[in-house]
């Protein structure tokens, strides 16, 4: 052991996280009084028993998701199985958190609130170490420890909210989060004394374990570009109503793209963020949103292979915007208020305005400050209808 990874097993979470945010989080609860014996757990459950589970816990904040890893740590996979089968984690409460850092619970005695100067000593000892391959990035899920001895996990875990790479080949990561990592966050920014300790019980009100669903297709992955061609896009603004066609015959990723990106909402809340009169307006640009991304529309974020084609850049053509990469355009658009053949094959047209070409001009003729609107211009909402 070095010297630096003992200094990180000695310190508490909140000696970490002091002035770090989100960086150095050290799952350490305070030490137990030695048992006369430990008792481990070995697993008795076949290979089949323990794959393709997930864990789903529902918290007092939200719900968290696990994909459970037989293949990296099956032991302690089939202990949290068990456990949780048991009903061990109901009722119980995430006991320390460091904001953006990590969230810590599973602890038994967590149940008894009369317990709560114990809480960080329960449920330990039953699970040797298991060495494994995995890091501590974003959403991995370990086994607590107490300082200095490997050979001491049982059922406290933690959840990574952010990257922690001075935990790797530390502790054993079982599981990593499939969805809820923005309950996760939530909880990490909960109110806490200088310990860690959450002033209001966020409780794990039932843990359930389940086969892990068959993955589904993504949202306008199947339809042919006959299909995709019948879908139109209302945007509602805040100047009026916006009516889009598309041409998947000419860019069907960038269409998928947007349909489904619409479809979960992520343009809803944007503004019209850029405007230059004679040229174009663009949206859907994610820091003008008013509110953050939930999980499920992170998700479909992504960049996408350029498209281009010979549409000309007319006014109305609904065109993806990007940066210097050609590779580099995700969820901002604008629509073209004036031919523009400097546009042409240098951005992938995919759309064009078949009703609200006047609120078009009336966003174009906005107010504006260099280029961005003074009063802003949002996207209450954009929904999907199909044609016969």
Request: with cysteine; hydrophobic share 40%.
């Amino acid at each position: 052991m070095t010297f630096l990874l003992a200094l990180l097993l000695m310190f508490t979470p909140a000696d970490q996280a002091r002035g770090q945010r989100g960086r150095g989080a050290t799952p350490a609860p305070a030490p137990a009084p030695a048992p006369a014996g430990p008792q481990f757990f070995v697993s008795t459950m076949s290979p089949a028993e323990i794959q393709n589970k997930q864990a789903v816990i529902e918290t007092s904040m939200g719900t968290i998701v696990l994909d459970l890893m037989a293949d990296a740590a099956p032991n302690h996979v089939a202990h949290f199985i068990t456990r949780a089968r048991e009903g061990a984690y109901d009722g119980t409460i995430f006991h320390r958190v460091i904001s953006l850092g990590i969230i810590q619970g599973g602890d038994p005695l967590s149940k008894d609130p009369s317990k709560a100067d114990q809480y960080g000593t329960g449920g330990l000892r039953t699970l040797r170490f298991e060495p494994n391959a995995e890091k501590h990035t974003r959403g991995a899920v370990s086994a607590v420890l107490i300082p200095n001895n490997r050979d001491s996990a049982g059922s406290q875990f933690f959840i990574c909210v952010s990257d922690q790479p001075a935990l790797d080949g530390n502790y054993t990561v079982f599981a990593r989060v499939a969805e809820g990592m923005n309950v996760a966050a939530r909880i990490s920014q909960a109110m806490a004394d200088a310990r860690g300790a959450p002033a209001e019980r966020i409780t794990m009100n039932k843990v359930t374990i389940r086969d892990k669903p068959a993955p589904v297709p993504p949202p306008f992955s199947t339809e042919t570009v006959d299909d995709l061609s019948k879908y139109r896009a209302t945007l509602e603004t805040t100047l009026g109503r916006i009516v889009l066609e598309f041409f998947p015959d000419r860019a069907p990723n960038h269409v998928r793209n947007f349909l489904r990106l619409a479809q979960v909402g992520v343009f809803d809340g944007t503004a019209f963020h850029r405007v230059v009169k004679g040229f174009v307006i663009q949206g859907g640009f994610l820091p003008s949103r008013n509110q953050t991304l939930d999980e499920k529309q992170e998700a479909w974020v992504q960049n996408l292979q350029p498209e281009f084609n010979d549409t000309p850049h007319d006014k109305g053509i609904l065109s993806m915007a990007r940066l210097a990469d050609p590779a580099s355009a995700n969820t901002s658009f604008f629509i073209v208020t004036a031919r523009s053949q400097v546009l042409d094959r240098q951005y992938t047209a995919f759309g064009r305005v078949v009703e609200g070409i006047d609120v078009v001009e009336k966003i174009e003729n906005t107010p504006v400050n260099g280029e961005a609107p003074v009063t802003r211009v949002e996207v209450t909402k954009v929904t999907l209808s199909k044609q016969p």
